[in-house]
């Protein structure tokens, strides 16, 4: 008994330890491709990052593709994570949620030293015609999105907040389109201005206000 313990406990062991690993690759990879981009990743830099010898590195991800995808992945997961915690908050009305979850990415991007702006967006310009399996990461990434940004929209639809003739998915789906330009535009100013825009004029269009 006490042998397959010890086999359970190490097994464990090697578990949490294969996550850090692979934990600590996608944080250095995703800081990275934040600030420089795709192309300006490369796997010696994130293996220096993390003192992850190189042989490792192909144990965890097959290519830079691979990993690529797990950065992508870890990136909507993070926000997913972020926005679902506003987006139950009981004392907030719905759009309220919604307001406050442009707070926090509009929060985000202009704590950047350099405004990098969104990694999807980014790599949609990018990568969305080079790489098929990157492609389907990024689209999936959006549609969640788009999936949380649609539950809020039905709920404020149910207690009035919309008009009765909204389409909350159709509205979710250009609100996102709506935001990645806004935020594309503020990149090019190195500027806040485009996302105001978005807040105070696009958004209250978009909802029929």
Same mark, same amino acid.
């Given at each position: 008994?006490?042998?397959?313990? %010890?086999?359970?406990?190490?097994?464990?062991?090697?578990?949490?330890?294969?996550?850090?690993?692979?934990?600590?690759?996608?944080?250095?990879?995703?800081?990275?491709? =934040?600030?420089?981009?795709?192309? +300006?990743?490369?796997? %010696?830099?994130?293996?220096?990052?993390?003192?992850?010898?190189?042989?490792?590195?192909?144990?965890?991800?097959?290519?830079?593709? !691979?990993?690529?995808?797990?950065?992508?992945? *870890?990136?909507? /997961?993070?926000?997913?994570? &972020?926005?679902?915690?506003?987006? /139950?908050?009981?004392?907030?009305?719905?759009?309220?949620? $919604?307001?406050?979850?442009?707070?926090?990415?509009?929060?985000?991007?202009?704590?950047?030293?350099? $405004? +990098?702006?969104?990694?999807?967006?980014? =790599?949609?310009?990018?990568?969305?015609?080079?790489? *098929?399996?990157?492609?389907?990461? &990024?689209?999936?990434?959006?549609?969640?999105?788009?999936?949380?940004? +649609?539950?809020?929209?039905?709920?404020?639809?149910?207690?009035? *907040? =919309?008009?009765?003739?909204?389409?909350?998915?159709?509205? !979710?789906?250009?609100?996102? /389109?709506?935001? /990645?330009?806004?935020?594309?535009?503020?990149? !090019?100013? !190195?500027?806040?201005?485009?996302?105001?825009?978005?807040?105070?004029?696009? $958004?209250?269009?978009? =909802?029929?206000?």
């Amino acid at each position: 008994m006490t042998g397959l313990i %010890a086999l359970i406990d190490w097994s464990i062991l090697m578990s949490m330890v294969h996550q850090d690993t692979r934990s600590a690759l996608i944080s250095a990879g995703l800081r990275a491709m =934040l600030h420089g981009g795709y192309d +300006s990743v490369g796997i %010696a830099g994130v293996l220096t990052q993390t003192g992850v010898p190189k042989g490792s590195f192909y144990h965890y991800f097959d290519s830079k593709e !691979a990993f690529g995808c797990a950065i992508v992945v *870890e990136y909507g /997961e993070r926000w997913r994570a &972020i926005r679902r915690t506003t987006f /139950e908050r009981t004392d907030l009305s719905p759009l309220d949620r $919604l307001d406050r979850h442009f707070d926090e990415l509009e929060d985000d991007v202009m704590t950047q030293k350099v $405004l +990098s702006g969104c990694l999807l967006g980014n =790599l949609s310009q990018l990568l969305a015609s080079r790489s *098929e399996p990157l492609r389907q990461a &990024i689209e999936a990434a959006f549609d969640e999105w788009q999936e949380d940004l +649609s539950r809020v929209l039905e709920t404020a639809l149910q207690v009035g *907040e =919309l008009p009765n003739n909204a389409d909350p998915d159709e509205t !979710a789906a250009l609100v996102i /389109e709506a935001y /990645e330009g806004a935020l594309l535009r503020a990149k !090019a100013q !190195a500027s806040r201005a485009p996302l105001v825009r978005f807040r105070t004029r696009s $958004l209250p269009l978009l =909802l029929g206000k």
